[in-house]
């Protein structure tokens, strides 16, 4: 897979998960909160919808607690976050975790990008699913060509709501088949969400955004967004350790 050109061509790539120790203490978090050895796509068997949302909320405290896990989700692609962002590299502050049970409209996501809620739009999207993503119970995108035609759209249907908007180019929406040992990497850019879960199987995953340590800050989120708050240092380039250690007066570096 040339990860470049499909992300310039696309906006989006699917990528093998290149930590299987990574994946499983993730999903080993998860399943010690539902108290389940059993696969995560059938927790919805033995819990009821109304108590979703405190499980949830456990299980992002607990993925959040786990000793490094900065260094432990990066691993899942690193070639391809070199690739694409390049050698100094931030990382959201936090794990995000979605649930998605069958037929639960509690927790579906209407049609978005994350630019438009304040994300850089230097910043990939890392999601992974803790189990089979597929069909209804996955997440939809549109690709940059579709994306570019719902940006132009945004001020037509400013008053009519996006569910309109979503409505004239769902036919477009890629409903995408991520499996469980591989990783969606997208531009928060695009246009994404998804619906009501028609499947028989539930639907975990994990979401974290980074981006390059010098990609423009945004001004119009000068503190929510920003470096610091939202995002934190994650690797660092020898070359700009050297530069930080620069000291003209002090000779200190």
Same mark, same amino acid.
């Given at each position: 897979?040339?990860?470049? #050109?499909?992300?310039?061509?696309?906006? /989006?790539?699917?990528?093998?998960?290149?930590?299987?120790?990574?994946?499983?203490?993730?999903?080993?978090? @998860?399943?010690?909160?539902?108290?389940?050895?059993?696969?995560?796509?059938?927790?919805?068997?033995?819990?009821?919808?109304?108590?979703?949302?405190?499980?949830?909320?456990?299980?992002?405290?607990?993925?959040?607690? &786990?000793?490094?896990?900065?260094?432990?989700?990066?691993?899942?692609?690193?070639?391809?976050?070199?690739?694409? &962002?390049?050698?100094?590299?931030?990382?959201?502050?936090?794990?995000?975790?979605? &649930?998605?049970?069958?037929?639960?409209?509690?927790?579906?996501?209407?049609?978005?990008?994350?630019?438009? %809620?304040?994300?850089?739009?230097?910043?990939?999207? @890392?999601?992974?699913?803790?189990?089979?993503?597929?069909?209804?119970?996955?997440?939809?995108?549109?690709?940059?060509?579709?994306?570019?035609?719902?940006?132009?759209?945004?001020?037509?249907?400013?008053?009519?709501?996006?569910?309109?908007?979503?409505?004239?180019?769902?036919?477009?929406?890629?409903?995408?088949?991520?499996? #469980?040992?591989?990783?969606?990497? /997208?531009?928060?850019?695009?246009?994404?969400?998804?619906?009501?879960?028609?499947?028989? #199987?539930?639907?975990?995953?994990?979401?974290?955004?980074?981006? %390059?340590?010098?990609?423009?800050?945004?001004?119009?989120?000068?503190?929510?967004?920003?470096?610091?708050?939202?995002?934190?240092?994650?690797?660092?380039?020898?070359?700009?350790?050297?530069?930080? #250690?620069?000291?003209?007066?002090?000779?200190?570096?």
């Amino acid at each position: 897979m040339n990860i470049k #050109k499909n992300f310039e061509n696309e906006g /989006f790539l699917i990528v093998k998960n290149e930590s299987k120790e990574s994946l499983d203490l993730l999903c080993k978090t @998860v399943q010690n909160i539902f108290k389940s050895n059993k696969d995560l796509d059938k927790i919805h068997l033995n819990f009821d919808y109304k108590d979703i949302n405190k499980y949830r909320l456990n299980c992002f405290k607990k993925l959040n607690q &786990i000793r490094n896990w900065e260094n432990l989700y990066f691993k899942q692609c690193e070639k391809a976050l070199y690739s694409l &962002i390049g050698l100094d590299i931030s990382i959201q502050t936090k794990l995000n975790l979605s &649930i998605q049970m069958p037929k639960d409209t509690t927790s579906s996501l209407g049609l978005h990008s994350d630019t438009l %809620s304040g994300q850089s739009e230097y910043e990939v999207v @890392v999601w992974t699913p803790l189990a089979d993503a597929f069909e209804s119970n996955s997440m939809y995108i549109f690709d940059k060509k579709v994306s570019k035609l719902i940006y132009q759209d945004l001020n037509k249907f400013e008053f009519k709501g996006m569910d309109k908007l979503y409505n004239k180019y769902k036919k477009h929406a890629k409903f995408l088949n991520v499996k #469980k040992g591989e990783i969606l990497i /997208f531009s928060s850019s695009l246009f994404h969400g998804n619906i009501i879960n028609r499947t028989k #199987k539930t639907r975990l995953s994990i979401n974290c955004r980074f981006k %390059s340590i010098f990609a423009p800050e945004l001004e119009d989120f000068p503190t929510e967004r920003s470096s610091g708050s939202f995002y934190k240092p994650l690797k660092i380039s020898p070359v700009t350790k050297w530069g930080l #250690k620069y000291k003209y007066n002090n000779i200190k570096f």
